[in-house]
C-alpha cells in the first residue's frame, strides 16, 4: 500500500496567516492526490482534488501545489471558519490511502 | 442535491453483528461505486472498502483490517449500499462514513481520476461488553 505522510501533525496560527500544510507519499502518486476539510463531529468535505483543482463553492483562498511524491495545501489568509483538521487522500491506487491529519488550531 | 443518509449503527458486543445501510439520493446511484471510510473518536480517515457498479461486476475491495469480516452490497433498486459487519472487535468502534467518488474521465487521453465527494453525517458503532 502507498503511504501518505502529513507534517505537520499539528499547527497553531492566527486569523490572517498564510499556512501550508505538507503530504508526501512513498512512492510517486503524478497528480492523484486529494484534500479534505474535517470539522468536529462533522463529515470530510473535499476541498482540493486532482492536486490542484479547487471545488466548486470552496474559497480561493485555499489553493494544493505538487506532483509525483510532494503536496501542499496552502490558505493564503486564514479566516476563523478554516480552523479545522486537514487530510491529504491519495486516489492512485486501491486502498485510497489518507494522510494522518494536519489539525489547525487558534494561536 | 447529491445526498448520503447512514442509519443502522449502535452498541454491540464484541463478536456480535451489525448492518448499516446508505441511502443515496440526487445523482444515478446504479452508475457510481459507493465507498465507506470510519473514524475512531480522536484518530484519523480509514477507507474501510468499496463496490463498484453492475457495469463494473459489483466488485468490492476491502481494507486488510476487515477483510473476511466485512461485506460490502448494494440494492440499486433501493440506491442504498450496505456494510455488514460480522466478528466486530473493539477496535471497529468508530464514525463510518459512506461517501460516493465523483470520477473524472477524459476520452481522449484515456486519464481518469477520482476523489471522494460528498460523505454521509456518519453514524457511530460502538463494540463493546
Known amino acids: 500500500d502507498i503511504q501518505m505522510t502529513q507534517s505537520p501533525s499539528s499547527l497553531s496560527a492566527s486569523v490572517g496567516d498564510r499556512v501550508t500544510i505538507t503530504c508526501r507519499a512513498s512512492?510517486?502518486?503524478?497528480?492523484?492526490l486529494n484534500w479534505y476539510q474535517q470539522k468536529p463531529g462533522k463529515a470530510p468535505k473535499l476541498l482540493i482534488y486532482a492536486a490542484s483543482s479547487l471545488q466548486s463553492g470552496v474559497p480561493s483562498r485555499f489553493s494544493g501545489s505538487g506532483s509525483g511524491t510532494d503536496f501542499t495545501l496552502t490558505i493564503s489568509s486564514l479566516q476563523p471558519e478554516d480552523f479545522a483538521t486537514y487530510y491529504c487522500?491519495?486516489?492512485?491506487?486501491?486502498?485510497?490511502?489518507f494522510g494522518q491529519g494536519t489539525k489547525l488550531e487558534i494561536k | 442535491e447529491v445526498q448520503l443518509v447512514e442509519s443502522g449503527g449502535g452498541l454491540v458486543q464484541p463478536g456480535g453483528s451489525l448492518k448499516l445501510s446508505c441511502a443515496a439520493s440526487?445523482?444515478?446511484?446504479?452508475?457510481?461505486?459507493m465507498h465507506w471510510v470510519r473514524q475512531a473518536s480522536g484518530k484519523g480517515l480509514e477507507w474501510v472498502g468499496r463496490i463498484r457498479s453492475k457495469a463494473n461486476s459489483y466488485a468490492t475491495a476491502y481494507a486488510a483490517s476487515v477483510k473476511g469480516r466485512f461485506t460490502i452490497s448494494r440494492d440499486d433498486s433501493k440506491n442504498t449500499a450496505y456494510l455488514q459487519m460480522n466478528s466486530l472487535k473493539t477496535e471497529d468502534t468508530a464514525v463510518y462514513y459512506c461517501t460516493r467518488p465523483a470520477v473524472y474521465y477524459d476520452i481522449l487521453t484515456g486519464y481518469s481520476d477520482n476523489w471522494f465527494d460528498p460523505w454521509g453525517q456518519g453514524t457511530l458503532v460502538t463494540v463493546s461488553s
Open positions: 487522500q491519495q486516489s492512485y491506487s486501491t486502498p485510497p490511502v
Open positions: 512512492q510517486s502518486i503524478s497528480s492523484y
Open positions: 440526487g445523482f444515478t446511484f446504479s452508475g457510481s461505486a
